[in-house]
């Protein structure tokens, strides 16, 4: 019996491999020119990693983590997300009390057992950015302003940032016994889970999709309503700065996120083209994790981008130039092809992408397969070349045209292209 890849897992294969490699390399860019370091951790961590951090109420712990014994009996599971096992790390390598700010980011599949639909997976990458040790709203201005800097280098402009703020320790306990009441007094029009949520984590509530929840939740208290004058004063902080950095944003005060350690500042990306999953990218401030986690108090705040999503919106926008330029060595018999090997290591050493057949095909079928493999040039090399010393280089993607160029020279004529 043939096997194939689980539900909701799946092969990235070329030739959109090339996208992901862009896209990757353009977040590398622009986190590294903000001092981001490359960060990169293990897919299996201590189950307890991820219950105590994103939250025994939330439905990535309670229904979606990918999560077994080891031979040992060891409880363990497969990472649904970035940030937490970073700030393990961060805690184990990094962390000094009262220590000075790092920037790290990170690219890697997480893995999550959801119903899979379009752009959601059970394994999908994302690419990270945290910030320790920073409690200043311009820093989440920053982090914000970076990804909206990755998405207009991808030439992506339609998508649109979303804020809020889910207030702190002091505050929110205030707003979520309200927000509570607010939601008892609608059970009936509640879904079975809403109903759960009132106690155990009623803003959840607030992100239900079903239509019944909508409804009975339309007026629903905002967290933006009892902030305390310190959030308050953080997430005005925040506006002027995005307003500052001219990043386009607009208030939405239901998001809340599917991860409880947030603290204050939320946001995600959103756009439409992807449609029911639309969130491009997600996050905000966390400043009780490192302490909850064992490390010493450290403010931080970070983001995460679904690099499914991203690819699929920006493969359109996949520029040529990124292409590394091919060249296919069609040569007839086997003294031209090993007269040729040399000059086809020499142009693969100076960046181009070079094959050779060896199969003593064909000319019509050689320029066959470099057709299918999309190459730029085609060098042809048969006995008579061989005797005047020269080769026959096709032009493959526009004109077609053919041009005699010495071997002596043919670095140097691909050089001058
Ligand atoms: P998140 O919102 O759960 O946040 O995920 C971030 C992004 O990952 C989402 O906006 C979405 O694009 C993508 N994503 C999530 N689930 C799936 C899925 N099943 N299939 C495909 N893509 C998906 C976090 O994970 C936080 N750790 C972000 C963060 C970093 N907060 C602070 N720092």
Redesign the pocket.
Known sequence: MKITTLK?MHDIKPPEIAVWHWVEKTIREVLEGAFFSELRTPVVEEEALFTRSIGNATE?VEK?LYHFTDRKGRKLALR?????S?VRSFNEHFATAGGKTHRFYYLGP?F?Y?R?QQ????Q???M???VFGSKDPRTDAELIFLAHEIFKRLKLTTTELQINSLGCKTCRPNFRETLSQFLSSRIQSLCADCQRRIQKNPLRALDCKIPTCIEATAGAPSSLDHLCSDCQTHFEGLQQRLTLLKVPYRIHARLV???D??ERTAF??VNTQLGA?N????????DDLVHDLGGPSTP???????????VSLVSGYYPVEERRKKIFFACLGSEAQTRMIPHMMELRNLGWATLMSYENESLKSMLRQADRLEVDYTVIVGEEEIRQGLAQVKEMKTTGGQSSVGLADLAGYFLRL
Do not use: H, N
């Open positions: 909701g990535i979606e649904p997300e970035g940030t937490a970073i997480m999550r959801e899979p752009g959601r997976y059970r999908f990458y994302q990270g950015a945290e996120r599917g991860l350690y947030y995600e990306f999953q969130a491009v990218a997600g996050g905000g401030r966390y931080a705040v970070g983001f995460a981008i679904g690099m499914e999503r991203l």
